[in-house]
């Protein structure tokens, strides 16, 4: 048997007026879920603990099947194990994304433009951050370069306990009160002013700006936390798993839980992504022996912090084409397999930022494909009208897995 899980990041959404009242899921052309939904089972799974922040890390932790209760330590140190970071006991990371802050000039009076910068390349970030470093470095702080927009700074007995608000809950906002509070704030707010004097006339942001994209201009530190527990997959499951992502965070997941970590050219973590290429890995990593792969795709959730409704309904029906329907072809000589389908937490268009609601999800098992119900469809009403609830997220890969 093999398994495979997609995941569409922030794919589940509220219903828009916008689009007569219906969400992203229900407006997208979506025919290679609907039709496996007909013979699957669907429901509704609650990814994010109570208590806990609605964020990817902590819903992804679910998903794979781990309680982020018991081994949730933080955001960034999962991206810094996928970065090939080493982390000591002593160390604190901390995201650092490249931001496009507005221009008055007290950092205190600026808003929050743009959380990923007109989501950077990679090639212009890594430029920026290596300066950022060079600049700002020095005994138990340290900058590494990540992909596009998302970076790491370890930061040697650094706080836990100091706040920080992720950037792209605040899209559109006076900066002031979301600054660092807390142990520690002083260090974080001056490494964040001091890296807007070496932004602000860098020549990657000089080349922007005339291109009129928008510049790279500040750093935005959160997403703090120590060397995660990650127990192992293939020790909890007995399969041998395999994860294809472009971001940091899923992939760092996987690493922590001895999975092989799969790069695919193209993969952007955006809508721009290579949408085929993950579904073609993917196959691959089965033909080769893997039990498990886990396909996440950050498009849908990228389009809802940026507000960009038809965007996100494009991002769905590419994956359900691009991806879905290149794994059913390439499946379909394969032994039987049982798939499922998923976001990890809503982004509603709404409201741009992360929520804690339910998502919905559906199981397909190649050995059982009679049709079940007629009128099922994948959106968020039709899991919600079946009943069936998973209350304990991380408890939803022993129902996949049939544990």
Known sequence: MKYIIILGDGMADWPLD???????????EKPNMDRLIKSGIAGTVHTIPEGMPAGSDVANLSVFGFDPRTCYTGRSPLEAISMGIKLGSDDT????????LSNEDEY???SMI???AGEITTEEASALIKDVAKALNREGIAFYPGVSYRHCLIWKNGPLDIRLTPPHDISGKKIAEYLPKGPGREIAIELMKKSTEILNNHPVNISRVERGLNPANSIWLWGQGKKPEVPLFIEKYGLCGSVISAVDLVKGIGIASGMKSVNVIGATGNLKTNFKGKAEAALNELREGRDLVYIHVEAPDECGHQGQLKEKIRAIELIDREVLGTLLDGLADMEPYRLMVLPDHPTPIAIRTHCADPVPFFIYDSRKPEIINLEAVYTEAYAKSTGLVIREGHTLMDRFLEV
């Open 93 to 100: 990371a901390l995201r650092c994304n490249l931001v496009t």
């Open 108 to 110: 205190e009076n600026r």
């Open 114 to 116: 743009d959380y990923s």
């Open 18 to 28: 916008e689009i007569g009242g219906r969400t992203p899921l229900e407006a997208a």
